[in-house]
């Protein structure tokens, strides 16, 4: 029962309205717990849960999966509005792609975002250290898109006279570690 207490996903938020960290758990929606604390939190949800378990199997029933372990076979049923599936076929179509391949690109962009605005802020804070080491770019906070990838903008090479273009999509010469 140990392993399975440990797998379960705990989300641990502070509520201004309750002015306390609360306790959650994914594979029991129903349960929540309190503290002063986020570490009183988590520690109180672990417990609601051993004893939830317990109960479940008392009464002969099985306790869920951790998500951790569940097999997602990739199939989903997805109930539209008739003119929300019109309008993604229509889109699809202009995209070139079929409707289920235009619907996994939107989710997919959607569950990967802030994986990318991350990615990016690490690969612009890391240009803007070799800039400061080399002295010869300038980067400005914000991002490019072309060809569905974000690229840091950057200034031009001084003395250069290479467009902000040019350098923006220039190959790389070697590699910045993040």
């Not at 179509?93 to 990615?119: D, H, P, W």
Request: aromatic fraction near 8%; glycine fraction near 6%; charged fraction near 25%.
């Amino acid at each position: 029962m140990k392993d399975m207490v440990e797998k379960y996903e705990y989300h641990i938020f502070y509520s201004d309205e309750d002015d306390a960290y609360i306790g959650t758990v994914a594979e029991f929606p129903y349960l929540s717990s309190f503290d002063d604390t986020p570490e009183g939190a988590y520690k109180n949800i672990k417990d609601i849960v051993k004893e939830g378990i317990e109960i479940l199997k008392e009464e002969g029933k099985e306790p869920p999966v951790p998500l951790i372990d569940r097999e997602f076979k990739g199939n989903i049923s997805l109930r539209l509005s008739p003119e929300t599936h019109r309008m993604a076929a229509q889109r699809a179509r202009e995209e070139g792609c079929s409707l289920n391949q235009f619907l996994t690109s939107l989710i997919e962009r959607n569950l990967y975002s802030n994986l990318v605005e991350k990615a990016t802020s690490q690969l612009v804070s890391a240009v803007s250290k070799a800039a400061v080491v080399c002295n010869s770019v300038t980067v400005s906070s914000f991002v490019h898109k072309q060809n569905n990838l974000y690229w840091p903008v950057v200034g031009s090479d001084v003395g250069s006279g290479r467009s902000l273009n040019e350098v923006a999509f220039m190959q790389p010469q070697g590699t910045v570690e993040l």
